[in-house]
Nanobody, 123 residues
Framework: QVQLAESGGGLVQAGGSLRLSCAASGGTFSSSAMGWFRQAPGKEREFVATISRTGGGTSYAGAVSGRFTISRDNFKKTVYLQMNSLKPEDTAVYYC????????????????WGPGTQVTVSS
């Protein structure tokens, strides 16, 4: 059984930066793709970024491309999301997810989820 725990969320001013972390326990982290998703109040959960098991392949949502960077450390069993040039519209609960297969932008294809961490960007 895999457990995921996000950290690093908080309140930041527009234009600022945050780095989210997601630590995994159990399971086979190094053979799994990882993803970040977010959900704003009153909206559906949406894809943010995904990374392949080796870290060699990444994909981003258009809204965050060029501002966010996903990375992973398989030794530490941790995936990161570096968020720069934050905007008020980035305010959401951010979730990490693990998929015991290749990368995907579809939340329904992920097998395990963390409880989420709140990111609030003030204008």
């Amino acid at each position: 059984q895999v457990q995921l725990a996000e950290s690093g969320g908080g309140l930041v001013q527009a234009g600022g930066s945050l780095r989210l972390s997601c630590a995994a326990s159990g399971g086979t982290f190094s053979s799994s793709a990882m993803g970040w998703f977010r959900q704003a109040p009153g909206k559906e959960r949406e894809f943010v970024a995904t990374i392949s098991r080796t870290g060699g392949g990444t994909s981003y949502a258009g809204a965050v491309s060029g501002r966010f960077t996903i990375s992973r450390d398989n030794f530490k069993k941790t995936v990161y999301l570096q968020m720069n040039s934050l905007k008020p519209e980035d305010t959401a609960v951010y979730y990490c997810a693990l998929r015991e297969a290749g990368t995907s932008t579809d939340a329904r294809r992920y097998d395990y989820w963390g409880p989420g961490t709140q990111v609030t960007v003030s204008s």
